[in-house]
């Protein structure tokens, strides 16, 4: 248990679904990211949320929209997804981004699109 | 342009045995950390080297960075089955501390 809860652990939505992930820490972080992690792909960095400010957007589709009402929460919705957006979706929080803090990741969405 | 290359990509040893893996890196850094990935499963964070060290331990792990040659070393000694599992290294850039990027990863496996 990293103090960082994903849920739900496991998606499978088709293609003209909407649905939003969740993200919940209790760490008492500034700071909150998106990972994308793909089959034989690095961990692909899609968003990042500082003191919920948005302060990265890896060049992602806007069919991802993410969302961080406060420090704790992080959202991803997503609407007409497609099948290459099939993944494993990973939130992390670190404490102060400025000093290059170390991460704690939840344990990931599995998201299928069929 | 991706930072956080791993070499090797697979790595097989038996239980006891040491393992180590390397990671090369591009631009300069602030910091640069070690990564744990159980299949499927969320990252764990193991030790971080600042810009500024050379070598960094804790417990069985050994960590060095040379920052001239942009790369560094993770060393896994008296390997236990336990520890198979995928080693990321992931640098922060010293021109953007915000961001945390991520390698390939080696994939070791520790056979009993």
């Known amino acids: 248990e990293t103090g960082v809860t994903q849920t739900p652990r496991h998606l499978v939505m088709g293609m003209t679904n909407k649905k939003s992930l969740k993200c919940e820490q209790h760490?008492?972080?500034?700071?909150m990211y998106w990972y994308k992690q793909s089959a034989k792909k690095p961990l692909e960095l899609m968003f990042v949320?500082?003191?919920?400010?948005?302060?990265e957007n890896n060049s992602v589709p806007s069919r991802f929209s993410p969302e961080c009402p406060n420090s704790s929460h992080l959202f991803l919705h997503l609407h007409t997804l497609q099948p290459e957006d099939s993944a494993l979706y990973l939130c992390?929080?670190?404490?102060?981004?400025?000093?290059?803090?170390?991460?704690?990741f939840g344990q990931g969405t599995r998201l299928t699109v069929v | 342009s991706q930072q956080g290359e791993e070499d090797p990509q697979a790595l097989s040893i038996q239980e006891g045995e040491n393992a180590t893996m390397n990671c090369s890196y591009k631009t300069s850094i602030n910091n640069l950390q070690w990564y744990r990935q159980n299949s499927g499963r969320g990252l764990v964070h193991l030790i971080l080297i600042r810009s500024n060290e050379r070598e960094k331990h804790s417990g069985r792990l050994r960590v060095t960075l040379d920052t001239s040659k942009k790369s560094s070393s993770l060393l896994i000694t008296a390997s236990r089955a336990a520890d198979t599992a995928s080693y990321f290294c992931a640098t922060v850039a010293s021109s953007n501390t915000g961001k945390l990027i991520f390698g390939q990863g080696t994939t070791l496996q520790v056979k009993p």
């Open positions: 760490l008492g972080h500034n700071a």
């Open positions: 992390a929080s670190s404490h102060n981004p400025a000093v290059g803090a170390e991460a704690f």
């Open positions: 949320y500082n003191f919920k400010e948005q302060t």
